[in-house]
Nanobody, 120 residues
Framework: QVQLVESGGGLVQAGGSLRLSCLAS????????MGWFRQAPGEEREFVAS?????????TYADSVKGRFTISRDDAKNTAYLQMNSLKPEDTGVYYC????????????WGQGTQVTVSS
């Protein structure tokens, strides 16, 4: 049974930091690219960051988070991370992690999401 479980969300003041985690199970994590997406109230879900599989991965970021967010992965722990610094109120939303065997073909598995709220 495939599972992606996000954690680490919460309420933080603008300028603060949070670290999200995504624990994966039920598939071969090493071979999957991992991504983070977010959805603000009344908005569509949008891409935040992704990192390829460990054998040839590279990180990519949305322009809105470049220089502030860092995506990483620990294959020994089957976990992906999103370090978020210098948070802004517009970063508020539900953050989802996802796994893709081929990022170009889309994401195969999704987590349930974790809420991030940034107060001004």
């Amino acid at each position: 049974q495939v599972q992606l479980v996000e954690s680490g969300g919460g309420l933080v003041q603008a300028g603060g930091s949070l670290r999200l985690s995504c624990l994966a199970s039920g598939f071969d994590f090493y071979y999957y690219a991992m991504g983070w997406f977010r959805q603000a109230p009344g908005e569509e879900r949008e891409f935040v960051a992704s990192v390829g599989w460990s054998g040839g991965g590279y990180p990519t970021y949305a322009d809105s988070v470049k220089g502030r967010f860092t995506i990483s992965r620990d294959d020994a722990k089957n976990t992906a991370y999103l370090q978020m610094n210098s948070l802004k109120p517009e970063d508020t939303g539900v953050y989802y992690c996802a796994a893709a065997y081929d990022r170009a073909a889309g994401y195969d598995y999704w987590g349930q999401g974790t809420q991030v709220t940034v107060s001004s």
